[in-house]
């Protein structure tokens, strides 16, 4: 386990490297950033783009960081579809959380702290469930605390709702310590105006 | 570390390393002298030594590991496991610092340093005391023979003479190729390439050769420590049917996986494992004297009361694998007991919800049934009750099974959502 920890930190901090050295990041300007076809979300602030150096997530989500993604990071599900997830599947013996349409809300929450699991963060615990909404639609906001492997404190914050049989997913994680705090409010802007 | 460029084996260096291999037959069981000397309690090593430099790399493991998140804190369990350790070990108790980590894997490891590990996952999987006495005296057995270090230079060994090897093989060729190239023979070029795609196949035989050679010694240790470590247990007082047990449960686990990979995986023998078959475990820890058993029910029992109040938590884990299958052979297991039903019949709801395959819908309800039944029941069994209920279409069971989840759960974070579905099923 130890080796596999070591090994993949070492590819990520490659990639970083690669991604910092060769300007391959892309920075995402204030405004309205498209959420799937139909829904969009409003930055208050310059992000960057750090999905490239994330090759774990799917697809449909994008990750924004203001400070690098152990900083912050701001994880955009842009509609995922029944069996689809938050993490690409990296093989067969080993499947990741997926969504399903006929989810209860409760399940919703299940998913994405499972999904926070399987990213590698720990001892996934969840406060303040509370509804939201996402356009039309009816969401649910909840808050996280966690772990990384080697013991930060991680806070959280996540906004999901289905809308068109997709989900949506808007999932804040931070160190507990200065950063989380530091970015909260362009979180909350963002989620905010997520429709 | 010292390694060498490697290269697909080509067809023809696997065939014939397969063939030499094969017919040299593994190493057998107990192939160690029957005297094993063990290493003396509190040694330290040289300074500067390989050891040492082990040492310091453990220290840092242990280091790592006091500040993990997946370090368990309950001292009640770090002592039973700790006491289980200083059963099986007396001679290392004073020196061996022991850790439970909440990871959903069969694992235990005892570190050079006296740094031991041990996971929630063997926990679980363990049936009785005795069967992780068993696991935790393979690991003592490791570390009484210090394993690490020998196999530390063994390896080194191997690969420096496989280096020297590789480098003959490459040094041999190129003199060839300039030979053949001075010689100006018509098919020169031919040859030539004759001669690199032979280096080649010699190369990769020599990598091969090397990896098995590493494999089998690691193999050889596994099924030292094996013994020594069910000698450990049944000297200690534990029943002899331990070890088999141990190995026995895991081939059953495996093959209740989800998982065709899994299921196969101990079944392949193969000169690259770095462990036995568990098949052939059994089979060497019979000729020792131990015997296949179903675990004793009042050993069962007592174990239990250990592991007790990790029980639920330790399976939400086991979850996470998303193996249900494999979570659901645990769970039939954990049930022979006769104990605990109210959280296991939650959590084999949970792995039906969650597998979601075909006819998994009315287990599920069923499990959630039943485990509302038993007073230990989390009280989210209610609300999972009540969901299963609302979608097999029976809304005045789903209401009274959601209703008894806010009466037992008043001040619960999601009362809102489950009052929202009490409506729901209510009509209104």
Known sequence: MKTISTASAFVLLALSL????????????????????????????????????????????RVLSVDGPWLNRVYVARGLQPGEGMLKRQDKEHPVPSFHADMAPTELVEFATDSVSAMGYMRVETSKLRPARFGAADGLRFDLAAKTESGLEVQGTAQMAVAGKKLYVILYLAPAEHYYAATLPDVEEMMRSAS | MIGWPYRAPRLFGAFVLTAVLAS?????????????????????PAPKSVEAGMWDDSDRAEAHTRIAAELDTDPALQAYVRGVFCKIAADYCGEARVYVLDRPFLNATCFPNGYVEVWSGLLLRAQTEGQLAYVVGHEVSHFARN???????????????????????????????????????????????????????????????????????????????????????????YEKSTGPDMWTGTIAESRASDFAAVRKADVRASIYRTHPLDQDRIDALKAQGGVVAAPDIDA???????????LGSWLKDDLRRRDDGQTLFLIDRLSEVGEDFGVLQFYRGEAYRQRRHDGDAPLALAAYKTAVGYP???????????????????????????????AKAPDAEDRWLVEASLKTVKGA
């Open chain 2, 376 to 406: 230990d029941a989390p009280v989210a069994a209610w609300r999972e009750l009540g969901e299963a209920l609302r979608r097999a279409g029976d809304k005045p069971a789903a209401a009274e099974a959601f209703e008894t989840y806010l």
């Open chain 2, 24 to 44: 040299a037959g593994p190493p057998a069981w107990a192939a160690a002298p029957a005297d094993l000397e063990l290493r003396p309690p509190n040694l330290k």
């Open chain 2, 300 to 310: 069962r029992k007592r174990y239990r009361a250990a592991i007790r109040g990790h």
């Open chain 1, 18 to 61: 690669i991604g910092c050295g060769g300007g391959t990041l892309d920075g995402v300007s204030p405004g309205p950033m498209a959420m799937g076809d139909k829904h969009h979300l409003t930055l208050t602030r310059r992000w960057a783009d750090v999905s490239p150096i994330l090759p774990q997530r799917s697809k449909k989500v």
């Open chain 2, 147 to 237: 394993h690490s270090l020998s196999k530390w230079n063994h390896d080194k060994t191997t690969r420096d003479v496989a280096t020297v090897l590789t480098v003959g093989v490459q040094a041999g060729a190129m003199f060839g190729m300039v030979k053949v190239a001075q010689s100006g023979a018509p098919n020169s070029r031919q040859m030539i390439d004759d001669i690199s795609d032979m280096a080649q196949n010699l190369n990769d035989l020599i990598y091969l050769g090397a990896m098995a050679h590493i494999m089998a010694y690691s193999r050889e240790h596994e099924n030292e420590a094996d013994r020594l470590g069910f000698q450990r247990a049944v000297a200690a007082g």
